[in-house]
Protein backbone atom coordinates (compact mmCIF):
# COMPACT_ATOMS: atom_id res chain seq x y z
CA UNK A 1 0.00 0.00 0.00
CA UNK A 2 1.30 3.54 -0.73
CA UNK A 3 2.83 5.84 2.31
CA UNK A 4 0.29 8.42 2.32
CA UNK A 5 -2.22 10.14 4.47
CA UNK A 6 -5.89 9.79 3.78
CA UNK A 7 -6.42 13.28 4.54
CA UNK A 8 -5.58 13.53 0.68
CA UNK A 9 -9.37 12.43 0.14
CA UNK A 10 -9.78 16.35 0.97
CA UNK A 11 -8.10 17.82 -2.06
CA UNK A 12 -8.99 18.37 -5.76
CA UNK A 13 -7.88 15.37 -7.67
CA UNK A 14 -6.12 17.93 -9.27
CA UNK A 15 -3.57 18.85 -6.37
CA UNK A 16 -2.61 14.98 -6.42
CA UNK A 17 0.42 14.18 -7.36
CA UNK A 18 0.52 11.72 -10.68
CA UNK A 19 2.99 9.20 -8.72
CA UNK A 20 0.73 9.16 -5.73
CA UNK A 21 -2.25 8.93 -7.83
CA UNK A 22 -0.53 6.08 -10.61
CA UNK A 23 0.15 4.76 -6.95
CA UNK A 24 -3.67 4.68 -5.76
CA UNK A 25 -5.08 3.92 -8.68
CA UNK A 26 -2.58 0.51 -9.01
CA UNK A 27 -3.89 -0.43 -5.52
CA UNK A 28 -7.23 -1.93 -5.85
CA UNK A 29 -7.83 -2.31 -1.69
CA UNK A 30 -7.04 0.93 -1.64
CA UNK A 31 -9.11 2.10 -4.07
CA UNK A 32 -12.20 -0.04 -1.96
CA UNK A 33 -11.35 1.58 1.16
CA UNK A 34 -11.58 5.39 -0.50
CA UNK A 35 -14.57 4.28 -1.89
CA UNK A 36 -16.15 3.29 1.24
CA UNK A 37 -15.41 6.43 3.07
CA UNK A 38 -16.67 8.45 0.32
CA UNK A 39 -19.92 6.51 1.08
CA UNK A 40 -19.81 7.08 4.36
CA UNK A 41 -19.08 10.76 3.69
CA UNK A 42 -22.33 11.09 1.50
CA UNK A 43 -24.56 8.84 3.70
CA UNK A 44 -23.46 11.40 6.37
CA UNK A 45 -24.40 14.16 4.24
CA UNK A 46 -27.68 12.85 3.21
CA UNK A 47 -28.58 11.76 6.62
CA UNK A 48 -27.44 15.97 7.85
CA UNK A 49 -29.76 17.32 5.00
CA UNK A 50 -32.65 15.16 6.17
CA UNK A 51 -32.25 16.31 9.55
CA UNK A 52 -32.58 19.88 8.61
CA UNK A 53 -35.55 19.66 6.59
CA UNK A 54 -37.00 18.16 9.11
CA UNK A 55 -36.08 21.01 11.44
CA UNK A 56 -37.47 23.51 9.01
CA UNK A 57 -41.06 22.14 8.50
CA UNK A 58 -41.08 22.41 12.84
CA UNK A 59 -40.94 25.60 12.57
CA UNK A 60 -43.95 27.71 12.38
Do not use: C, W
Request: without cysteine; positive net charge.
Amino acid sequence: MPNFDLHLLNLNPEDIPPKLLKQILADTALIEKISDRVYELLRHDLKQQRERQQGYGRRG
